[in-house]
């Protein structure tokens, strides 16, 4: 386990990291809805996850779900970089009853966000906004190229859950050991 923590005025936040793990997960934002996407990405990625945040959700839900973005990014970021003996790249398409959303990524240490997941108002008392922010948060800090694209869908519940599962998956794949590639880049570093 690998631990990494942030602290502002507007939140405090601790998480610690087994990469190779095996998807379970103890995870507590203070922002019920995340948690449960965050309990999804750790158990369909495989990576081990303890998240403590503390944050301003008296104002909103903003600040703990961005934070918990970009800590969580660099955690990965420490964890999978260099790259080396490694697929590099993952790709999953997830599927939630009418809902399948795709995720493409390059372990680059490049970021880049492709979002298009059109859902707006609430789950519950979570604004749907905010999904895009956390993946933002994420990838950049993650550096990774990163594509969520929802292909159908009504129900927002369904959809976001697919999309972080789908980003799970994704990285899972990625993370794939193959010695054969070695440094699996042209550039031989990522």
Known sequence: MITKSRKTKETDITISLNLIGEGKSKIETGVGFLDHMLESFSKHS????????????????????????IVLGSL?????????????????NIVMDEACVSCDLDLSNRPYLVYEVNVTG??????????????????????????????????????????????????????QPNERVGIPSTKDML
């Open 46 to 69: 495989l990576i081990d996850l303890e998240i403590s945040c503390k944050g301003d959700t008296h104002i909103d839900d903003h600040h703990s779900v961005e934070d918990v973005g």
């Open 122 to 175: 609430k789950v519950g008392q979570f604004d749907t906004e905010l999904v895009e922010e956390f993946f933002r948060a994420f990838v950049l800090n993650a550096r990774i190229s990163t594509h969520i694209v929802a292909l159908r869908g009504k129900n927002k519940h369904h959809i976001i859950e697919a999309a972080f599962k789908s980003l799970a998956v994704a990285i899972r794949r990625a993370m």
């Open 76 to 92: 990965l970021a420490e964890a999978i970089y260099p790259v080396k003996n490694m697929e590099r790249f993952g790709s999953a």
